[in-house]
Structure formats: structure tokens, C-alpha cells
């Protein structure tokens, strides 16, 4: 079956850090990938995906590439902020026949803590 | 731009008791999609519906079920309730095509079983 796999927090940085947060996947065939964040008592918001080998999904400063030879999809940010610290889920969708998709399998999320 | 809205946002239900949440998608969005998100946890999916049929089905258990209605609502029946049950239940909507597969969450329903 499909699983993503992310690195487990707290992340902790200071303010202005680079971040890097891991994710690598399994599934058949050639899913679509996506980074969800969720901020305290708050839903989930899209962040960032791709939807291709090699694409590069971008927003708010964050980055994430579609490496399908290594099956990963890190997240990056050249300087975070206070303002980013979060829970950060990876996510995947199955490609079905017909276009669309299906329910998303995330990673275990990883809580980000970005300190003054 | 409007968004998934779900109602209600907050539900205090003892054991074995029944629940129903809500979930309206975003407009010309045919697509509903639940999740169960315990606490500390990563969402889990339900059960999805396209144009009122169920599309895909995950880790939902018999004691729930769900239906998406002519207007694209959804509800999301739960009876029996345990303790286990309580979690922040999302529905999440999208439009579907060959290059949509964005899913956009709505704020969820806190559901607390005492």
C-alpha cells in the first residue's frame, strides 16, 4: 500500500535558520505529492505540490521537489520565521483511471518550533 | 474566496450516543472527502463521495456511515460512539478533472465523547 514517511519532531530553530523537514514515500505508479501545515487549533492548509517527476512546488518562501529515483519530496525554506512554526504534514495522492483522486495518506507530521 | 465550511465546529456527545457533522464544500466542488484526526495524530481518511457516490473508502468503521447529497453537502452519520472516537473530524472538498488534485480542508469538527 501507499506510505509516507517524514522525519519526526520537534524541530527546533532559531529565527533566520535554513530547514530542511524529510519526506519519502511509497506507492505505485506516480502520485501526486503534497505538503500540508496546520497551525494550533486550526485545520489543514495546502502549502506546496507537485504533481510530476521533477516538478517543483513552491509558496511562501517554502520548496519541495518530485525526486522520483530517491521517492522523496523534502521541504526547504531559506530562512524561517517565527511566524512558520507549525505542524507540517507530507502527503500523497494516488493517480486513479479517469483523473481525479483519493483519500491522501500523510506522514506523522512534524512540529516545527522556530524561536526569536 | 470561500471555503469548506463544517458544522458544527464543536460536539460533546456521551458514549453510545448518536452524531452527525456537516460539511458543505467549496462552490462547484464535487468531490467530499472525511478525515479523523486523533489527538497528536496524523489525519486518517474515511470515506470520499463524487457526485453522491462513494468514491473511495479507508479506515471507516461500520458504525459510521456517510452520504453526499444533490447540492454536494455531506454528512457524516456516527452511532455507538466510544471514547476512541473522539478526534477533530475534517471534510475536505475538490473539483475533480485530470490535473485536480488538490484537496482543500475545512476548519473541522471537534467531537469530544465523555
Known amino acids: 500500500g501507499n506510505s509516507v514517511t517524514q522525519m519526526e519532531g520537534p524541530v527546533t530553530l532559531s529565527e533566520e535558520a535554513f530547514l530542511t523537514i524529510n519526506c519519502t514515500y511509497t506507492?505505485?505508479?506516480?502520485?501526486?505529492l503534497f505538503w500540508y501545515v496546520q497551525y494550533p487549533g486550526e485545520g489543514l492548509q495546502l502549502l506546496l505540490k507537485a504533481t510530476k517527476a521533477d516538478d517543483k512546488g513552491s509558496n511562501k518562501g517554502f520548496e519541495a521537489t518530485y525526486r522520483k529515483e530517491t521517492t522523496s519530496f523534502h521541504l526547504e525554506k531559506g530562512s524561517v520565521q517565527v511566524s512558520d512554526s507549525a505542524v507540517y504534514f507530507c502527503?500523497?495522492?494516488?493517480?486513479?483511471?479517469?483523473?481525479?483522486?483519493?483519500?491522501?495518506?500523510f506522514g506523522k507530521g512534524t512540529h516545527l518550533i522556530i524561536q526569536p | 474566496a470561500a471555503g469548506v465550511i463544517q458544522s458544527p465546529r464543536h460536539l460533546i456527545k456521551e458514549k453510545r450516543e448518536t452524531a452527525t457533522l456537516k460539511c458543505y464544500p467549496i462552490?462547484?466542488?464535487?468531490?467530499v472527502y472525511w478525515y479523523q484526526q486523533g489527538p497528536g495524530q496524523d489525519p486518517q481518511f474515511l470515506i470520499s463521495f463524487y457526485e453522491k457516490m462513494q468514491s473511495d473508502k479507508g479506515s471507516i468503521p461500520d458504525r459510521f456511515s456517510a452520504q453526499q447529497f444533490s447540492d454536494y453537502h455531506s454528512e457524516l452519520n456516527m452511532s455507538s460512539l466510544e471514547l476512541g472516537d473522539s478526534a477533530l473530524y475534517f471534510c475536505?472538498?475538490?473539483?475533480?478533472?485530470?490535473?485536480?488534485?488538490?484537496?482543500?480542508f475545512g476548519p473541522g469538527t471537534r467531537l469530544t465523547v465523555t
Open positions: 502527503a500523497l495522492s494516488p493517480v486513479v483511471s479517469g483523473g481525479g483522486a483519493d483519500g491522501l495518506t
Open positions: 475536505a472538498s475538490s473539483r475533480r478533472g485530470p490535473h485536480s488534485y488538490e484537496q482543500y
Open positions: 462552490p462547484r466542488h464535487d468531490t
Open positions: 506507492a505505485t505508479g506516480y502520485p501526486s
